[in-house]
Nanobody, 120 residues
Framework: QVQLVESGGGLVQAGGSLRLSCAAS????????MDWYRQAPGKQRELVAV???????NYADSVKGRFAISRDNTKNTMYLQMNSLKPEDTAVYYC??????????????WGQGTQVTVSA
């Protein structure tokens, strides 16, 4: 019923940039918080960046100054601009949110994940 669709992953050289998108669709009343996670091989899933409906943001220390999270509330779409990419940024990136549904319920939803590979 509610889907998060990610796009923008790919292969990039170190120092390059990528922009990830996550579009939420379905019968959604509102979305307060949306966030990006990533998981590298052999690593635990890590919170990368968070954004509220009001535009407040927070970032993992490892990406501060390089990544920028944003959203377009009219489209229920979230973005992650990734600059100065490093090989250590290589991971599967996941979109996550807990939208409010018409019946007042809230469920946790995850995107399918998009692969980001940064070559040295």
């Amino acid at each position: 019923q509610v889907q998060l669709v990610e796009s923008g992953g790919g292969l990039v050289q170190a120092g390059g940039s990528l922009r990830l998108s996550c579009a939420a669709s379905g019968t959604i009343v509102s979305i307060d918080v949306m966030d990006w996670y990533r998981q590298a091989p052999g690593k635990q899933r890590e919170l990368v960046a968070v954004i509220t409906s009001g535009g407040r943001t927070n970032y993992a220390d490892s990406v501060k100054g390089r990544f920028a999270i944003s959203r377009d509330n009219t489209k229920n779409t979230m973005y992650l601009q990734m600059n100065s990419l490093k090989p250590e940024d290589t991971a599967v990136y996941y979109c996550h949110s807990t939208p409010k549904l018409p019946d007042g319920r809230m469920y946790s939803y995850w995107g399918q994940g998009t692969q980001v590979t940064v070559s040295a």
